[in-house]
Nanobody, 119 residues
Framework: QVQLVESGGGLVHPGGSLTLSCTVS????????MAWYRQPLGRDRHMVAS???????QYDDSMKGRVTISRDNAKNTVTLHLTSLNPEDTAVYLCNANIASSDGLGFRWGQGTQVTVAS
């Protein structure tokens, strides 16, 4: 069974920074594109950034310039570094990955980690 587990969320003051991590565990053969989404309370889920297996990043305009996505293929981990945070960035941040396993190729989700930006 493949699992994605996020960590690193919490309370941060406006203007602060935070680093989120997501680790994939279980039985699988390869992890393709990995991504971070965020979902504010009562609103739709929206992609923040993604990164290919080769390490090519892509960023949504909503946070471009304030986020950096990276991955460590040896550790099956994707990291999202957030800077210059403001209250509008408050959301549940979720990890997503396209993973090849015995069940086939498909997108998997983590449970999410809460990021709250407040004074």
């Amino acid at each position: 069974q493949v699992q994605l587990v996020e960590s690193g969320g919490g309370l941060v003051h406006p203007g602060g920074s935070l680093t989120l991590s997501c680790t994939v565990s279980g039985s699988f053969s390869r992890i393709y594109t990995m991504a971070w989404y965020r979902q504010p309370l009562g609103r739709d889920r929206h992609m923040v950034a993604s990164i290919t297996i080769a390490g090519t990043p892509q960023y949504d305009d909503s946070m471009k310039g304030r986020v950096t996505i990276s991955r460590d293929n040896a550790k099956n981990t994707v990291t999202l570094h957030l800077t210059s945070l403001n209250p509008e960035d408050t959301a549940v941040y979720l990890c997503n990955a396209n993973i090849a396993s015995s069940d086939g190729l498909g997108f998997r989700w983590g449970q999410g980690t809460q990021v709250t930006v407040a004074s």
